[in-house]
């Protein structure tokens, strides 16, 4: 019996932090890998077919919607994007994790639909700290930041039905923080179905 | 809106390494307490009541039990011991957090009565490293030691229902794992209730 992979989802406001705290873990856990979702935006320069995205038709991407094929999909700026249901469940099943970064509404969406996961939502630890990062990052005009603070209350508001709550007051501290969720819930009995025979059968287990 | 104290209940096969690693804990966490069991069995010297137990008659015993007060209650070589539910339950809510050192049986039974708490399940890397470890204690006759391991198998095999599974192969990786699982466990929402409210009525939070 293989343990399964975890699937870990992460949202967080614009600002919060979260791309940071997931370079950071993925550097703790290099067993981890990212889902390919798909979209009908036309790829960049640069970007891989089957790494980056899967990128399809407006038709090809309703098609694979009529059949239930996505755990989650959103319409972004007239861009269809989707995570693929199946291919998720198969890389866990094969033991693969996952790291998984959408919006609160697809995590949502994910947790419905997949029934599994490990969800946490990182917080800026005030809207004032957060307004302050976005306005220090210097790449939103004041409209945007305005709008992007409205945002961040509604996903806030939102939040109840993550599993964990990151507080990202100060950076490190929320690194070992994140790093104690995922070491933690490696110890659930479901990532190792097969200690009891293994012990009682006079085996012997090293972690 | 305070936050509920944690509720950890850790149980290990006799040898495991558990008293050690709930030491280590209480250093990392000096806030966690430990909830005061009752028993008939005399008082020993410097046993102080109320600290180390509560000392009571078979027949106060008794009459607590008909009550319902215990969340679980054990005969142990004649003599009765007991954890009383209500008290667990108002150190919680009062915000205190507690360590629990149960048996397996007695972890179900507190689980089935309090329905809350964080329970770990130590396991020995293997039934012979068991044996040693016991072995070099020196404080166990051979037929004590072969009824000690009789029942770790038993426990192990009655261990599913716990949380975290975690097998204590290396005393200081055991220990950041154990750490870890509280520091993961201080990031539910219910350790944090008022967080929503806060952060979006524009208030700060530092962790």
Same mark, same amino acid.
């Given at each position: 019996? @293989?343990?399964?992979g #975890?699937?870990l989802? %992460?949202?967080?406001?614009?600002?919060a932090?979260?791309?940071t *705290?997931?370079?950071?873990?993925?550097?703790?856990?290099?067993?981890?890998g990212?889902s390919?979702?798909?979209?009908?935006r036309?790829p960049?320069?640069? /970007?891989?077919?089957?790494?980056d995205?899967?990128?399809?038709s407006?038709?090809q991407f309703? !098609?694979?919607?009529?059949? =239930?094929f996505f755990?989650?999909?959103?319409?972004?700026?007239? =861009?269809?994007? +989707?995570?693929?249901?199946?291919q %998720?469940?198969?890389? %866990?099943?094969? !033991?693969?994790? *996952?790291?998984m970064?959408?919006?609160?509404?697809g995590?949502?969406?994910i947790?419905?639909? $997949?029934?599994? +996961?490990?969800?946490?939502?990182?917080f800026?630890p005030?809207?004032?700290? $957060? &307004?302050?990062?976005l306005?220090?990052?210097?790449s939103?005009?004041?409209?945007?930041?305005? =709008? &992007?603070?409205? @945002?961040?209350?509604? /996903?806030?508001?939102?939040?109840d039905?993550?599993?964990y709550?990151?507080?990202?007051?100060?950076? @490190?501290?929320?690194h070992?923080?994140?790093?104690?969720?995922? #070491?933690?819930e490696?110890?659930?009995?479901?990532? =190792?179905?097969? $200690?009891?025979r293994?012990i009682t059968?006079?085996e &012997?287990?090293?972690?």
């Amino acid at each position: 019996m @293989n343990p399964e992979g #975890m699937l870990l989802v %992460i949202s967080a406001p614009s600002g919060a932090g979260k791309s940071t *705290l997931i370079r950071m873990l993925c550097r703790d856990f290099p067993g981890f890998g990212f889902s390919v979702s798909y979209t009908t935006r036309p790829p960049r320069e640069k /970007e891989v077919h089957g790494k980056d995205y899967f990128f399809v038709s407006r038709e090809q991407f309703q !098609g694979l919607m009529e059949k =239930n094929f996505f755990a989650e999909w959103a319409e972004v700026h007239g =861009n269809f994007y +989707g995570t693929p249901a199946q291919q %998720i469940l198969d890389s %866990i099943r094969e !033991g693969r994790s *996952l790291i998984m970064d959408v919006d609160v509404q697809g995590a949502r969406q994910i947790k419905n639909s $997949l029934k599994r +996961g490990v969800y946490i939502f990182v917080f800026p630890p005030s809207l004032e700290e $957060l &307004r302050q990062r976005l306005m220090q990052r210097g790449s939103d005009p004041a409209g945007v930041i305005k =709008n &992007r603070l409205q @945002n961040a209350v509604l /996903e806030i508001q939102k939040s109840d039905f993550f599993d964990y709550w990151l507080v990202n007051d100060e950076i @490190n501290a929320s690194h070992a923080r994140l790093k104690a969720i995922v #070491m933690a819930e490696m110890l659930r009995p479901s990532f =190792n179905p097969d $200690l009891i025979r293994k012990i009682t059968s006079g085996e &012997r287990h090293d972690s």
